[in-house]
């Protein structure tokens, strides 16, 4: 039986936060999406109301159909399969395809890179990038982590940097850089498609600098290396 004490909250909230973090899903896209509301995912994270059985088994989905297996027990109490990346998991490379394979196995050390870089680092954030705004320095698909930083003082230690950054509204890739009245969040491509190239916020919940970019090698055209 499942007690929902105070701290057992908590560090559920964290682990879908984790979880949604490496998937590269934003509280907005939750909303959008999959009709959880940014507030409900919030109360979640931050440990102020308990997550059910039922809807910790949606989140199992939405987060696979993100990339990312993992197990519900993992997101209800910490035990069971922890988040990993979907394509991490095909093991018998020989029967692929030998283009494929080398691409598998790129996941797979991937996968392998942000568990080190984890457990090596405490409050470590690991995300993976879900759009054109940070480019051409970190492209879609990429993989970012740094620490986390959740007082002030060490927050305002992370201005100018290239940052995850968690607003009430939800959480955002971008530079972080300070204001008179506050701060904004701005995007590196200055022809991204997004609808706001910059976030202005007065209220900041963390911000973790980047220290860690690991990006994917995109398989070159075979064709243009064949000789007839």
């Keep these: 039986m499942n007690e929902n004490t105070d701290d057992q909250r908590i560090n559920a909230g964290r682990r879908i936060k984790t979880a949604r973090s490496l998937a590269g899903i934003s509280r907005k896209d939750l909303?959008?999406?999959?009709?959880?509301?940014?507030?409900?995912l919030q109360s979640w994270e931050l440990g102020r109301n308990p997550l059910n059985e039922k809807t910790a088994s949606k989140l199992v989905e939405i987060l696979h159909s993100a990339g990312v297996s993992c197990s519900m027990q993992w997101l209800l109490n910490g035990s069971g399969k922890s988040p990993s990346l979907v394509n991490a998991e095909?093991?018998?490379?020989?029967t692929i395809d030998k283009d494929i394979a080398p691409l598998l196995s790129q996941e797979n050390s991937i996968q392998k890179e942000i568990e080190f870089f984890r457990s090596n680092n405490p409050n470590a954030m690991v995300i993976m990038v879900s759009d054109d705004t940070m480019e051409p320095t970190y492209s879609r698909g990429d993989f970012v982590g740094g620490i986390q930083y959740l007082n002030t003082p060490d927050i305002e230690r992370c201005?100018?940097?290239?940052?995850?950054?968690?607003?009430?509204?939800?959480?955002?890739?971008?530079?972080?850089?300070?204001?008179?009245?506050?701060?904004?969040?701005?995007?590196?491509?200055?022809?991204?498609?997004?609808?706001?190239?910059?976030?202005?916020?007065?209220?900041?919940?963390?911000?973790?600098?980047?220290?860690?970019?690991?990006?994917?090698?995109?398989?070159?055209?075979?064709?243009?290396?064949?000789?007839?």
């Design 31 to 40: 909303e959008e999406k999959f009709g959880i509301s940014m507030h409900t």
């Design 90 to 94: 095909f093991v018998p490379f020989p």
């Design 159 to 228: 201005i100018g940097h290239d940052c995850i950054v968690e607003l009430n509204e939800g959480t955002y890739f971008r530079r972080f850089i300070k204001r008179k009245n506050g701060y904004a969040l701005v995007c590196l491509n200055a022809q991204t498609k997004i609808e706001e190239p910059v976030i202005f916020s007065k209220k900041i919940l963390a911000a973790t600098p980047i220290i860690w970019h690991r990006w994917k090698l995109t398989k070159p055209n075979s064709s243009q290396n064949e000789t007839a």
